[in-house]
């Protein structure tokens, strides 16, 4: 990721630079947004072609590959949607989606980059090289189903939807009476793009209470959202969640039980948060998230890092 980060970077002009690079410590790294804003950075828009080349094998390196695909079919919706839209509404546009260095790209130290723009925002911070955060991790997709036009059909979080109604049709009486809390969803993800994710009521079914295959579809719905980052940060944060243990992960639902009808829900353990929310445009328009409690924007790591370098040990940096 480093050397593609690198290879992108010389590629940029010093007007570019100047605009897709900010401090480490800048506030900006924490200002993260899915609906269309202005933002900071260098948008795909003012790129050339071989510029863009770079900046999206970038993004390639970042993500898995079905998580590239999931960054490119957003991009993809945004025609989609001004077709649909015919000028009322923000600008859709698939090139204003900004990339955002935050330090230098470097072998030792935390850096941090960004990809963001109209329901996508990916957030990565390095450390010494090798430790990566890689939240929060932000997609969305509307129309969630295409239902005209050269893309008609394309469902882009189908199995972030269809995991989660599964789960929550096969539960027994006595599972969904602690499952679902509200017969009404709401109108998006809870925590929408707060700094620090947190969710006041720890409501829902505990995994403890679920069957097998209950579990089973569960642990598929959790690896979805997983399977957007290469194998090795993927494989981390599972494994931060089996040291949790997974007895205590809750699975809640809100909202009606059908497609087309709007729902929420969320799968929250002691460490990790997903939200999905489909109520817009008549139910076919997803936001869903991945948050993790002390890791978003590598926190866990930096302060690790922190802790043990005696740069930051002598100079008193917390």
């Known amino acids: 990721m480093r050397d593609a980060a690198r290879k992108f970077l010389a590629t ?14 800048s506030e900006e790294r924490f200002h993260w947004f899915y609906t269309p804003v202005s933002r900071k950075g260098v948008p795909l828009k003012e790129l050339n072609a071989s510029q863009q080349q770079a900046a999206l094998a970038l993004l390639h390196a970042g993500l898995s590959e079905k998580g590239y695909t999931k960054a490119e079919t957003i991009r993809k919706l945004e025609d989609v949607l ?26 030792d130290g935390a850096w941090g980059w960004r990809y963001e723009g109209h329901h996508c925002s990916q957030n990565w911070t390095i450390v010494n090289g090798k430790s990566i955060g890689s939240s929060p991790q932000f997609f969305g997709a509307n129309p969630a189903e295409v239902l005209e036009g050269p893309m008609k059909g394309t469902r882009l979080l189908s199995a972030e939807e269809d995991l989660g109604r599964s789960l929550v049709k096969s539960l027994t009486a006595a599972q969904r009476a602690d499952a679902v809390v509200s017969v009404t969803a709401p109108s ?15 409501r829902g079914v505990a995994y403890k209470k679920l069957s097998k295959d ?22 981390q944060r599972l494994d931060k969640i089996r040291q949790a243990g997974f007895d205590q992960i809750k699975f809640a639902w809100m909202g009606g039980l059908e497609k087309g009808e709007g729902h929420y829900y969320r799968v929250q353990g002691s460490t990790f948060l997903i939200e999905y929310d489909n109520t817009q445009n008549n139910a076919n328009h997803i936001h869903c998230v991945w948050r993790d409690f002390n890791g978003d924007w590598g926190e866990d790591l930096l302060a690790e890092h922190y802790r043990n370098s005696p740069h930051h040990q002598h100079a008193g940096v917390h």
């Open 188 to 202: 998006d993800i809870v925590t929408t793009n707060q700094r620090q994710a947190a969710i006041q009521e720890d």
């Open 214 to 235: 209950q579990q089973g579809t569960l642990l598929a719905l959790i690896e979805e959202y997983l399977s957007a980052q290469p194998r090795a940060e993927a494989r």
């Open 12 to 25: 940029l002009d010093p007007a570019q630079k100047s605009k897709a690079t900010l401090p480490f410590n």
């Open 82 to 107: 001004r077709e649909l839209e015919q000028g009322r509404g923000p600008t859709r546009d698939p090139d204003l989606y900004f990339f955002t260095f935050f330090g230098e790209p470097a072998a």
